[in-house]
């Protein structure tokens, strides 16, 4: 079975401080795809990267990073310089091809300005 | 915007009725998901449709049922509805031919259903 841990519950930090959003992931599929999917205030579920099990390259855009390792099982993403607008609930997802993506519980990030 | 388009954004119902919620995929998308979110159970899949036929099932109740038609577009049937059906339903779409690597999903705003 599919597993997705997102241990941080709520993080708060103030604005322009760094903040990094911890995920694990749990499968025995050899090749799957991880995601991050942001849902502000206003509830819908926005895409921000996909990551293939076999590319373990990180990701760089703008203010965010993504940290893929596939030896500890985790896909971490890092705000950098945190802006209020980044105050949102963070989804973590895995998927193996074309199928339904399993959800961490989320981490509620709140920037205090 | 996402591409991906549900109606009706809000709905109220009481207890013991039926309703329709309806999504339209992305242009070119073949897969529809439906998504149930309560802050009990988080995000939990529902079910997937893929060019018409569904394609995997998950803890959808049995008082549910969902179909794809052939213009694509989705609707998720909910009826004998209790309270604990109170929920944000999401519909997603993904896979587009023309992007056979293409494996994202892209929710639609959601459907806010408060059954009373």
């Known amino acids: 079975a599919q597993k997705v841990t997102q241990a941080q519950t709520e993080i708060s930090v103030v604005e322009k401080e760094d903040v990094t959003l911890d995920c694990v992931y749990e499968?025995?599929?050899?090749?799957?795809?991880l995601f991050w999917y942001k849902q502000p205030p206003s509830g819908e579920l926005v895409f921000l990267i996909r990551?293939?099990?076999?590319?373990?390259q990180n990701e760089i855009s703008g203010r965010y990073s993504w940290n893929f390792q596939k030896s500890t099982s985790s896909f971490n993403f890092t705000i950098t310089a945190s802006q209020v607008v980044d105050s949102a609930v963070y989804f973590c997802?895995?998927?193996?091809?074309?199928?339904?993506?399993?959800f961490g519980q989320g981490t509620r990030l709140t920037i205090n300005p | 915007d996402s591409g991906v388009t549900q109606t009706p954004k809000h709905l109220i119902t009481a207890t013991g009725q039926r309703v329709t919620l309806r999504c339209s995929p992305r242009?070119?998308?073949?897969?529809v998901y439906w998504y149930q979110q309560s802050l009990d159970q988080g995000l939990q899949f529902l079910i997937q449709?893929?060019?018409?036929?569904?394609?995997a099932k998950g803890n959808i109740l049995e008082r549910f049922s969902a179909q794809q038609f052939p213009d694509l577009h989705s609707e998720l049937n909910l009826s004998s509805l209790e309270l604990g059906d109170s929920a944000l339903y999401f519909c997603?779409?993904?896979?587009?031919?023309?992007?056979?690597?293409?494996?994202?999903?892209?929710f639609g705003p959601g459907t806010r259903l408060t059954v009373t």
């Open positions: 997603a779409s993904s896979f587009n031919p023309d992007r056979p690597n293409s494996y994202e999903q892209y």
């Open positions: 499968t025995r599929d050899t090749t799957y795809y």
């Open positions: 990551r293939n099990s076999f590319d373990e």
């Open positions: 997802a895995l998927s193996t091809k074309a199928q339904k993506l399993v």
């Open positions: 242009s070119g998308d073949l897969s």
């Open positions: 449709y893929y060019n018409g036929e569904e394609r």
